[in-house]
């Protein structure tokens, strides 16, 4: 197990799924966590699991004045964030686009997109600033390989994708790393809020397959922030065994 005693993270999505493991990997690496969401029980119930000081901050990623006075409230001991994991985010519907929900797509962008966004403008400055600092992002495999109905979840985590390789041009000459993850399947309540709480349908998902755990990506993420301050990893891709990209789409007459 790494020694992160010396890092402030502060993930976003820490209330449920792979936020909420990463929060628990990074606490028990020893560091000093800022756990953010907008259901703040759930966030108050980790808090007092991890055994590290942990601030909770109750955060909605798309409002954009709630990011900076939560960014600008920091207590001082929190307030030197060097790792952020922008992690919040997810899929609504599975509809061919022509069919598809605004309302859904405009959630997603504001969150998987403007969220991320949001937070990186707020907390870069002082990893800047200090020299020091990670920026992990939760892309997704749906960013490189498409898939039916992924159209703007799909175009959202592509955006992660090409903005964490732009970050990276951006920094270069600072000690500040960046890290895009992007997982395949991995079984978390991902699919219940992609389906808007059809319970049944998210199962189907996981149905027979070996799936990712969120275990399985906080690990990862926690290897990519434990690596030398010389080293950074771009870009992780990870799929559980049973899943595998490529597929091209044809439709037989
Ligand atoms: N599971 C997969 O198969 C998979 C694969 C690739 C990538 N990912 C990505 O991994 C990330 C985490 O997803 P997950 O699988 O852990 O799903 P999850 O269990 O549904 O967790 C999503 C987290 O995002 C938070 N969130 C959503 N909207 C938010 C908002 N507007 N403001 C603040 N927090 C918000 C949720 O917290 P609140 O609801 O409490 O706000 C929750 O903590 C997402 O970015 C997702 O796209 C997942």
Redesign the pocket.
């Known amino acids: 197990m790494p020694d992160l005693r010396d890092e402030i993270v502060f993930i976003?999505?820490?209330?449920?799924?792979?936020?909420?493991a990463c929060a628990r990997a990074f606490g028990a690496a020893g560091a000093r966590l800022v756990l953010?969401?907008?259901?703040t029980e759930?966030l108050e119930a980790l808090a007092r699991e991890v055994r590290v000081p942990a601030h909770v901050v109750t955060?909605?990623?798309?409002d954009r004045g709630a990011v900076d006075r939560a960014v600008a409230g920091l207590p001082a001991d929190f307030a030197a964030v060097t790792v952020l994991v922008n992690?919040?985010?997810?899929?609504l519907g599975l509809e061919p686009l022509h069919e598809g929900s605004v309302e859904d797509w405009e959630e997603m962008i504001?969150?998987?997109v403007k969220?991320l966004l949001y937070l990186t403008r707020a907390l870069l400055p002082g990893m800047v600033a200090r020299d020091r600092g990670h920026v992990v992002n939760?892309?997704?495999?749906?960013g490189s390989y498409p898939y039916r109905g992924g159209n703007v979840?799909c175009g959202a985590?592509a955006f992660v994708r090409q903005l964490s390789l732009c970050l990276r041009a951006d920094l270069v000459g600072s000690r500040v790393r960046v890290t895009d993850i992007?997982?395949?399947?991995?079984?978390?309540?991902?699919s219940?809020?992609r389906f808007h709480g059809d319970a049944e349908r998210a199962r189907r998902v996981y149905e027979g397959v070996k799936?990712?755990g969120?275990d399985d990506?906080a690990e990862l993420v926690l290897f990519c922030v434990s690596r030398p301050p010389h080293v950074n990893i771009n870009t992780l891709e990870v799929m559980p065994v049973m899943q595998a990209p490529g597929a091209l789409v044809v439709k037989r007459a």
Do not use: H, Q
């Not at 997982?183 to 991902?190: E, I, K, R």
């Open positions: 976003t999505g820490a209330s449920a799924g792979i936020g909420a953010a969401a907008r259901r759930r955060l909605d990623a798309r992690n919040a985010g997810g899929a504001d969150t998987n969220g939760m892309g997704s495999a749906a979840y985590k992007e997982p395949g399947l991995c079984a978390t309540d991902f219940l809020v799936a990712l969120a990506i």
